[in-house]
């Protein structure tokens, strides 16, 4: 077990490295230098190469990335070019925020998908199977900034109701906190229960499927919580791999919902770094992700490892 | 100001009716009743770049500084100043005097103090203040509004309280540029201190707010500033800055009650979302102006077919200004067209008739003349030209730059459009570095000369077309001397008069917009710029 | 040809809500083959005092702020959309096919180096990748295939590697490799038509993940550019705008995405379903 373990550690290390190298280089091949889009439209030849000296970007790239990356080791990830505050600092505030916008919107989406799979798996070819996964459809088919703005704008027509616009810190207000994250996380949730509910569907008609089985399922009630559980478990894995790929996604990919809900995570983050060249901010909040992938995927890989005897081996 | 009786009526209580009997801009009325302190102003606002207005040009972080730092000379705010006129008052200087053309003294308030914040903790303000923050604007790297100050040769300390500039050569716009909101007055300890003056820690003025939290992504917060050297000013005790990026989100946030101004830039409510608006909230407070802010077409004027002053006046008479109009949801249907200072001067810019008949051509939208006109320049067939921009600027602009693309279309010429990012869009195609034509936004400065002097005088940033007009560049530099307002203005109706006749750019509309504010705020009225803080110092909240 | 045609026939039968998808998807090409021949005017054509007018005879869909008839929008943005989404899912498939064959098939430390990268790639959420990529090459409907093909290779890449493994492990090319047949033709003869399956299941929801990436960078500002239509933008550009005022601007496009999205993904299920072997010979029908 440990071996395994350790195995999946090395393996992680070299794609680190890369996505390091990856994250470090891309950002730079954007056209635009960040000192000519800080000036804003008045750029003059002697105060850039000033600015760009000062900012440490007149250096060979080589140099600056073995100087990143040996600061990154130590745990140092630069400052922010335009506001001067350090990235590890502002990348600790936001991830939290991000972190809870994934889980809960896991959470829904466990929650409408696992109920949903089971009714088509078990009514399946039915009506009641074509509408359950037709509206598991329908809910990642239609676009989700879509739907959060007429939940944000049409309440504020009708009635004159809106949530207090910025960021509520849970120390300020607990409830408040958490409040503001479930309509972006339902809304989230909706759009990846598709996904799960297509593998908890055929999971568990995997498990139907055998003639034992369907025999054992027309006797009762009792019975048939024993093959429920039996095809549940038979799911785990595939569900938790798909659970761990869309907290993956979730984490950087939620720029919309952040800008429309008014959310400071990470994806908005990033967005805005990349639109400003903060090349700190870009390497550092990639890195950040990258490696919560990597730390979810091995997390996935470990519950593999306890769930299924035979991987351990 | 255009409030019309609607408005007037809406507004509510005798003691504005009473006004309107007396004339709508008179100030006595609305100070009839006794301004109350307290409460605190919520506004829909953006994430500032940094904190230093030295380093940028941005309204995202001028509109926060002029809240909490303050400068020369001031604009007037407030009920009685038309928008689009900017008549001018002390701020940090009491008084000034002009002992000859190109020397100003200014003799500067006593008992100004700094925001009691560490490391400059509210002492008083001197004339060494003034000089730093002037040296340090025209030294510091990277100063985009650099150039504002070009006159200036030096500043000295004259005593404690008097500090003299000393220009190069007459600048009669010199107090005006000084009123702009990149003029504002920094902390030479704050400077020390930090470095620069990107951290919200280095945010300290002498304005009539403090900085107390900033929240990056989330909100600023200001709070009174206990020795602001108005006596009795502001009024609120505080001013929010939420960060709110979308504008759909902005608006509910508005029509919620979560803001007590207009959701967007200056305050501005959609005149599209107008009337849902009003249903909503019974009371709320509109004024009208022209924003300056327009659609440029910038083109290559070495280059063919646009070296060519048919083909130019072509595309411009080919330009329906009008469409731009209608389909853009601020102004829907409510603009202006531009001559070479925008009509949002009321003071400065030249009436359309008032120009020659060429020139009034320009804005009559005939797509069968501009055929004509691109025939007899060698064009029958029409041409077709690269067009670059940004969608950065959002869906609105991008309306516009379609609308304009068709009326092209329809008159023969065919764009085949570029996007940039708005990044790169910065970097290269406003610093002139792009193919042949360039489309963008211009108007972000509350005097008309920036609008002649950095479009038109060879070598400055933004003549992006190459603009080389000997005359040109004579009458602007003649009306930037001379002092007797009646006689700049009749040069600056000549220059644009020349223009029109020359259409080195092409210029859009300016959209008429509507201003809105809750039926709680009182003593507020807009006016074109930056200076939120000008506006808001003197107003009140009744609730 | 008529085993072909009976072929679908049962698939029909056996699969309506996937028939149900494959009638969308003709559709949807279809519009996209023959807009130009369908639609009453041109798409960025401006209609003569006729501004953000409500859905009519005349005006199927209405018309938007500009004066442009929503309907000959939405159809023109079929092509757009059907482009961008074959596009970038071909681009993917290819390279998710060309990284997943080669990596499965040679194996050893060639393997292990490209899974690594394969690694490094997949740990980017894919709108990061997107967004990243479009900031490099700047906006553009070429742009967007390529950003949006080579983002969403590398987890189709790992789906088309497993199935390569499986097969080459079989007897058939054990056999092949033992007669001494080259690579090429072993991979062309034994592995590809056996993998086809997975790709054939990922090139379908693939297209309809296009599709809504595309209308998140409208959103985000790096979508198709103006001129032509994409139904992202018509959603989340002006349509966002007026949406009170006039809904139809938005409603009409959103519809055509969210029914593209449901065909496509539709056809991939059933696809799946009839094609992927584990759930071949499932009995069906619910337990009683």
Known sequence: MSGYVLHRLVVAIPSLLIASFIVFALPRLIPGDVVQLMLEEQASGSNLDDLRATLGLDRPIATQYVEWLGRVVRGDLGESLWTKRPVLGELARRLPVSLELGLLAVCFSVAIALPVGILAAVRQDTVADYIARSAAILGLSVPGYWVATLVIVLPAIWWGWSPAPGFVDFRANPWGHLAQFVLPALILGVASAAALMRMTRAMLLEVLRQDYVRTAWSKGLRERAVVLRHGMANAIIPVVTILGLHVAQLFGGTVIFETIFGLPGMGLFLFDAISQRDYPVIQGANLLIVAVVVATNLLVDLLYAVIDPRIRS | MTISRRDVLKLGGTAVAVGAARGLLAPGPAAAQAPKRGGVFRIAGFEPQGFDPQQTLSYRSLTILSMTHSRLVRMKAGPAVRPGTTPLEPDLAESWSQPGDTAYVFRLRRGVRWHPRPPVNGRELTADDVKYSYERFLTVAGNPARSLLDPVEKIEVLDRYTVRF?????????????????????????????????????????????????????????????????????????????????????????????????????????????????????????????????????????????????????????????????????????????????????????????????????????????????????????????????????????????????????????????????????????????????????????????????????????????????????????????????????????????????????????????????????????????????????????? | MRASAAAVWRFCRRKPLGAAGGLIVVGLVALALFGDRIAPYDYDETIAGARMRPPSARFWMGTDNLGRDVWTRVVFGARVSMTVGFGAVLLGTALATLIGVTSGYFAGGYDTVVQRVVDAWQAFPFLIIVLSLMAVLGPGRLNVILALGVAGAAGASRVIRSATVAVIGSAYVEGARALGCGHLRILARHVLPNVAAPIIILATIGLGSAILAESALSFLGFGVPPPYPSWGGMLSGSGRSYMYQAPWMALWPGLAISLAVYGFNMLGDALRDVLDPRLRGTTGGPIR
């Open chain 2, 166 to 543: 000393t220009l190069k050569e007459p600048f009669a716009w010199f107090l005006d540029v000084l009123a702009s909101t990149s003029m504002l007055i920094v902390a030479r300890e704050a400077v020390e201190t930090y470095g620069d003056l990107k951290k919200a820690e280095a945010c300290i003025g002498t304005g009539p707010w403090m900085m107390e939290r900033y929240e990056p992504g989330v909100r600023v917060t200001l709070t009174r500033h206990p020795e602001y050297f108005l006596s009795g000013l502001p009024y609120a005790d505080g001013v929010e800055i939420a960060v709110e990026r979308d504008p759909a989100s902005r608006f509910a946030a508005f029509l919620g009650g979560r803001y007590d101004f207009g959701p967007e830039y200056a305050m501005v409510l959609r005149r599209l979302d107008l009337d849902v608006a009003r249903q909503r909230k019974p009371g709320l407070q509109t004024a009208e102006f022209v924003l300056p802010n327009m659609n440029m077409t910038w083109m290559k004027l070495d280059q063919k077919p646009f070296d060519d002053l048919r083909v130019r006046r072509a595309m411009a008479i080919a330009t329906n200004w009008r469409d731009l109009v209608a389909a853009n949801a601020w102004a829907h249907g409510h603009g202006v067209p531009n001559p070479a200072v925008p009509a949002a001067f009321q003071e400065w810019s030249i009436p359309l008739a008032e120009l020659p008949p060429e020139g009034r051509r320009l804005y009559e939208y005939d797509p069968a003349e501009a055929k004509r006109l691109l025939a007899e320049a060698g064009y029958p067939s029409g041409f077709s030209t690269p067009v670059e921009t940004t969608a950065g600027y959002g869906p609105d602009y991008m309306d516009g730059v379609q609308a304009q693309l068709q009326n092209w279309k329809a008159a023969g010429i065919e764009s085949e459009l570029r996007l940039k990012e708005y990044g790169a869009f910065l970097a290269t195609t406003v610093a002139g570095k792009f193919d042949k034509v360039a489309l963008g936004l211009f108007g972000n400065w509350t005097e008309p000369d920036s609008y002649l002097y950095r479009l038109y005088v060879p070598g400055q940033p933004s003549n992006a077309g190459g603009v080389n007009d000997d005359k040109l560049t004579e009458m602007i530099g003649l009306q930037r001397r001379t002092f007797d307002a009646r006689r700049r203005r009749e040069i600056l109706w000549d220059i644009q008069r020349y223009l029109s006749q020359k259409a080195y750019y092409l210029y859009g509309p300016s959209f008429s917009v509507v201003v809105a504010w809750d039926a709680a705020v009182r003593n507020f009225a807009p006016n074109i710029g930056h200076d939120y803080g000008g506006r808001l110092v003197a107003a009140w909240l009744d609730r």
